[in-house]
């Protein structure tokens, strides 16, 4: 009896150890890949976006995968890295003049009242007396203007770096999509393989309805608000108002948060009439008005083409608060991750109860 049990203990010591030293070795992989989850995470949302576009490369290219890929990881940096790095020494360039900006903010004034202001019954008296003591007693005061600015310039410099941070994140996705791309096919088959032998068919219906999910949020959110943003530069730019590639990035922001891009060119237009640009204000306001118009027509149709029968509000609650829960990445994560859940509660209600067969 002796020999056995010495045999047993030493198997369980044994196995016991190799389970050890697999899960040290699982964390040390696991520790060296972490700095290039994120930079994967995105390589396979936007190779999974692109892939129609790539496959269509390649038959133009008669099967020649790899410079598909490389044209691909380029036309990649060329839209997304570009733009960032433009806003980047956009604000570089502007924190140079953040000392006279400081003196023109605290020379402003309100200028006279319109004519038409005045001129109301009962109250145009009062506002205009209002008016004029604003202009001269509350006059900006310079030593409050500075420390708002200095705020403000520093809050510019921590986004600046986070915004080269995400270029570097942004090649190193390219990189990655580069690869995939290559072996795309081999690495979605082994995903579905994966997926049915854990999940069956309901697994793999719900894979699918990520990808199809990602493909959506990418084209309908991320599409929509990057022409919007390319388009409101162009607009802030021929218009002249300075540092129209960091407005056209807030716009990309505030596009994808669902704000809109009113938010920046409603206040644009209005500095423009301050400063005696009616024709250029005017033009702000119209164009404006024509890229949150075909916001409305853009978004929905690349979402509903890709998404399914998903609800467009499922999406959208989806996108909005995965920002809000994980950041930038979290617009997909969160409507991927509501995407699935809907699809397999969809699945477990249609499903045949099992308690009514005999």
Known sequence: MTEPSNGLHRALIESAGILVLVGLIGVACFKVAVPFLVPFVWAVIITLSTWGLYLKLVSTLKGRRKIAA???ALLILLVFALPVSLAINSVLDWLPSLPELTGKISALRLGEPPAWLIKLP???ERIENAWREGNLRNAIDPARVRPMLLTAAGWLIKEGANMAMAVVYLILA????GFLYVHGENAGQAAERFTLRIG???GLGALHVAAHTMQGVFLGIIGTALLQAILSAIGFALAGVPGAAVLGLICFMTAVMQIGTGLIWIPTAIWLFH???QGWAAFTVVWGIFINTIDNFIKPYFISKTSGELPILLIFVGVIGGFLAWGFLGIFLGATLLA???????????SPDKTDSP
């Open 70 to 72: 490389l044209i691909m």
């Open 122 to 124: 009962l109250v145009g």
């Open 174 to 177: 390219t990189i990655m999509a």
């Open 200 to 202: 069956g068919a309901s």
């Open 275 to 277: 400063i005696d640009s």
């Open 340 to 350: 699935v859940a809907y699809t397999v509660f969809g699945d477990w209600l249609s």
